[in-house]
């Protein structure tokens, strides 16, 4: 296997903060998307593009991936890392590693993905399971999920003292909602949610925000295309002489609301994409355009 150099996937340096990398992962990934890129080979690129933001949008991964480095395979067949106890090996806690690379899989398996068990890390330490407590005996626990399952909703299972248990995450969460497990241990067990940011749509409240690109001709010109949604994508008529930024609402192709009644909307912003690498006849054209529409579009700014 091959070391993946997750860092140059993203194009980032290896010392950039969270911010950066979440950035470059949401250009990377919206120009890669299977939805938006018909280009040969986007859909694996879109992979990788996952797998580098798995790893160092992860704290306990990247570390791990930056003390490993290019001797990774070394450690890896030793059973054990440049510190003392860590572990390195195929496997996992029951997570769903089968998007990953097989590099990913042998150094990272057994922390599988976020979505896997979040009382892992109390049952090896030999804790109660829950993050922390709270009043009462009540204890808090942390959860990730993908904005498709916030979507529909979707269910965890966790183990607990011996105890399995399948809880449901209503559709409609966002980051910084609380689902409440009762009668877990001594109190109940509070999941603290967190959403995903996700490369296509922006969330804001019940509200997803997607750029959608367009030729100059699609724009000039007008156009059917196809729009992605949480619900599948749908088409959309782009009026003639469309500018970009201009926006479109998709009525109730929003997030559902987590206390019921209508869902919000879906935002689709115009993102008018120049051409690049112009021919001499393509340069000709607009040199023509040009001088039939001589208008100045600045002329109100004196």
């Known amino acids: 296997m091959e070391y993946k150099d997750y860092y140059k996937v993203l194009g980032v340096s290896r010392d950039a903060d969270d911010r950066a990398i979440k950035q470059a992962y949401r250009r990377l990934a919206r120009k890669h998307h299977p939805d938006v890129s018909k280009a ?5 690129r879109f992979k ?14 990247r570390q791990r991936y930056d003390s490993l480095g290019p001797d ?7 059973g054990a890392g440049p510190f003392q106890g860590f572990r390195v090996h195929v496997g996992g806690r029951g997570a769903d590693l089968g998007g990953f690379s097989d590099f990913f899989r042998t150094i990272f398996g057994d922390l599988g993905v976020r979505e896997g068990d979040p009382f892992a890390e109390a049952r090896e330490e030999g804790r109660r399971p829950g993050f922390r407590s709270a009043r009462g005996g009540d204890a808090q626990a942390a959860v990730e999920v993908s904005l498709e399952d916030a979507f529909s909703g979707s269910r965890r299972t966790f183990t607990v003292d011996g105890r399995r248990l399948e809880v449901k995450i209503p559709a409609g969460v966002d980051t910084g909602s609380r689902v409440r497990v009762p009668g877990v241990g001594n109190g109940d067990l509070y999941l603290g949610v967190t959403v995903r940011p996700h490369p296509l749509f922006e969330r804001k409240g019940d509200d997803l925000y997607l750029e959608l690109p367009l030729t100059v001709a ?5 156009t059917e295309v196809r729009v992605p949604t949480l619900k599948g994508s749908v088409a959309m008529k782009i009026p003639p002489e469309t500018s970009g930024g201009k926006t479109f609402r998709l009525p109730g192709y929003g997030m559902p609301h987590l206390k019921g009644g209508g869902p919000g909307d879906q935002y689709v912003k115009i993102k008018v994409v120049l051409p690049s690498g112009l021919t001499a006849r393509e340069k000709a054209l607009f040199e023509e355009l040009g001088r039939l529409r001589p208008e100045n579009p600045r002329a109100h700014l004196g």
């Open 72 to 78: 990774w395979q070394r450690y890896a067949q030793a």
């Open 40 to 44: 040969k080979g986007s859909a694996e």
């Open 218 to 222: 699609e724009a000039a010109l007008g």
């Open 48 to 61: 990788e593009i996952n797998e580098a933001y798995e790893v160092l949008s992860d704290p306990e991964k």
